[in-house]
């Protein structure tokens, strides 16, 4: 790469290229951040740059529990459950990765068939059975879906993570005398834990991200998430169109996504390359 | 019902581990580590058993029923005449019609600009994480945000793309909105094909490429006889997974045109008749009919096109 020579036409024609790229991924987003920030009386106007800014939309949302509640949920249920899928895909991806046991293949095919299925095929018997379970519109109800999505994603993750680990150091614990189950807690999991943070993120991300389960196995605001919550803010009134608020809210649920975009590129680009294609 | 394969493959695979146990007997550490194995996949494995495959067996039992919730009094066993009763509807084949344009043409257009994506984050001169940054931002946007930012950009008299093309309100007519929602799920998966493809690009020796140059192969010949072949796994397994992803298309046209004007897919058609017909019978119906396409979908990939299962890299190890 060093010896290859760049001439200025080259450079200006990656800079249009980067350009074009970096344009076309933020507009959009930029255009609900303008939304948002614009008054009611400017939604009806489609340029782009509002005319009169205003704080006024994002203070009725943060106001109203309609958006606040399914908020705290959204995170509540996507800490829990990214916590709960991340220990459980880390034991099974360790094993994945480092033992030789019978039923291997199949663990890794079901997981390939569960990251690949139609969700709206266990949208109507889960609804069926969390219904009859008393876990419709609650928080297990949305956690438990989502950790057995999450499962899959991990896996793949962390056991492509947990291939790269220098294993003689497991081993040499293993000849002072540690258990396989001492060398995994001990020696193996703090070197693991920077492609554990990686999966969380990719599961949180889905978790966060999350819609069809979420309207579906959720009524009321008790459980019911913050991308739930925006399909409900628009429908609850057919006159008054509310588009500032919606669009405050849309920003608001994006926030984190670019913190961690921003904090953690390098991160997310390994874990999402590493993961399910190597070759 | 590959479920159902894959759970009697499971139980092959324990008869043999007894019979193998009585050949040969394993020594203490293979026998403590099978243990292991095993003790750390069950929590993972009973978890995804009990959110898939006993609600898929449900599922099948509940579209041999007549079940709406509105009649609970009259719920019966009908066999297959709910199956008759989908697949003779122009509701179902009008959803799958849409279903499968939208698929074709916004996997056929992300896997383009996908490729260009990863080159231009495989090989650019200067500000690469910046780029990979500002294209991870559309892939960790929730869909639904997006989808509504999309539409107020095209409905008319609040949105610039909607002014931009003469205050033109695509959302009421069936193709043009289809159009747009193929947009919205392009900006959307672009830049997860990038990134598959990006991994796909990096294997691609560099030796290999200079070689081909000093031997007077242009850009584009070296691009087509060397990268596209040597990526042709990476390339499949991208497909695969947008395929897939595709199809289940949902959250965009929930928001868009909550499937009115002819945009219903099968994932919105399956869940119409759950949620506002409260008929769990045809709507399990619909949910099988999907899950049994998804499953021609990648045995076509895997048998058809010889697409390595992506899981066929961890199980050699």
């Avoid at chain 1, 095929?121 to 928080?139: D, H, K, M, Q, Y």
């Avoid at chain 1, 258990?179 to 990719?202: E, R, Y």
């Avoid at chain 2, 490729?115 to 994480?129: K, S």
């Avoid at chain 2, 008749?273 to 990648?298: D, E, P, Q, R, Y």
Wanted: aromatic share 12%; glycine share 8%; charged share 10%.
């Amino acid at each position: 790469m060093a010896a290859v020579t760049t001439t200025p036409r080259q450079k200006a024609g990656w800079g249009a290229a980067n350009f074009v790229v970096i344009a076309l991924a933020l507009i959009p987003v930029l255009w609900m951040v303008s939304l948002s920030f614009k008054t009611p009386a400017a939604i009806l106007d489609p340029s782009f740059i509002p005319a009169h800014w205003t704080w006024g939309n994002y203070t009725q949302i943060l106001k109203t529990s309609q958006f606040v509640r399914p908020l705290v949920n959204s995170i509540g249920i996507g800490l829990i459950s990214t916590f709960i899928a991340v220990v459980l895909a880390s034991m099974a991806a360790y094993a994945v990765a480092r033992l030789r046991f019978p039923g291997k293949a199949l663990l890794v095919g079901m997981a390939l068939l569960i990251a690949m299925f139609p969700l709206i095929a266990l949208v109507t018997p889960l609804f069926s059975i969390e219904r009859a379970l008393g876990l419709f519109n609650t928080w297990p109800g949305l956690i438990i879906p989502y950790v057995a999505f999450g499962l899959p994603l991990g896996i793949y993750t962390l056991s492509a993570f947990f291939r790269e680990i220098p294993w003689e150091l497991e081993k040499a614990a293993k000849v002072d005398g540690a258990t396989p189950f001492q060398a995994f807690v001990k020696v193996i999991a703090p070197l693991a834990a920077p492609g554990m943070v990686t999966t969380s993120i990719l599961v949180f991300l889905a978790c966060w991200n999350e819609f069809l389960m979420a309207i579906s196995f959720t009524s009321t605001i008790a459980a019911r998430t913050a991308p739930a919550s925006l399909a409900y803010l628009s429908g609850s009134s057919q006159f008054t169109v509310p588009t500032g608020p919606i669009a405050a809210a849309a920003v608001v649920i994006t926030i984190p996504i670019i913190i961690f975009v921003l904090f953690f590129q390098r991160r997310i680009v390994a874990g999402l390359t590493s993961g399910a294609v190597k070759g | 019902m590959s479920m159902s394969t894959q759970v009697t493959a499971g139980a092959g695979a324990v008869n043999q581990t007894t019979g193998r146990r009585g050949r040969a007997p394993l020594s203490e550490g293979a026998r403590a580590e099978r243990r292991l194995g095993w003790t750390l996949c069950a929590p993972a494995v009973i978890v995804m058993i009990a959110v898939t495959a006993y609600p898929v067996g449900y599922a099948i039992w509940l579209s041999l029923e007549r079940y709406n919730l509105e009649l609970p009094q009259d719920i019966k066993f009908v066999g297959l005449s709910n199956y008759a009763a989908v697949l003779s509807s122009p509701y179902w084949w009008q959803a799958l019609w849409v279903t499968v344009l939208i698929t074709v043409v916004s996997v056929s257009v992300t896997l383009v600009l996908g490729m260009m994506l990863a080159l231009v984050m495989h090989r650019t001169l200067f500000g690469r994480g910046t780029v990979r940054t500002a294209a991870l931002i559309p892939y960790g946007i929730v869909t639904v945000a997006a989808a509504y930012g999309w539409y107020y950009a095209w409905t008319p008299g609040q949105g610039y793309l909607s002014a931009l093309f003469n205050y033109s309100a695509p959302l009421t007519s069936q193709y043009r909105a289809i159009g747009v929602i193929i947009l919205a799920e392009i900006w959307k998966t672009t830049p997860f094909m990038g990134l598959l493809l990006l991994a796909g690009l990096s294997l691609v020796p560099e030796d290999l490429q200079r070689a081909a140059k000093v031997d007077g192969a242009t850009t584009w010949q070296r691009f087509w006889k060397i990268t596209v072949p040597l990526m042709k796994p990476a390339i499949l397994v991208a497909l695969l997974f947008r395929t897939l992803d595709s199809f289940r298309i949902f959250d965009n046209i929930f928001i868009l045109t909550q499937g009115n004007n002819g945009t219903e897919s099968v994932s919105i058609l399956g869940w119409d008749n759950l949620f506002n017909a409260l008929n769990l019978g045809i709507g399990s119906t619909i949910a099988i009919l999907i899950f049994i396409c998804v499953v021609i979908i990648a045995f076509v990939f895997i048998k058809g096109f010889g697409t390595a299962a992506p899981g066929t890299d961890l199980e050699r190890r």
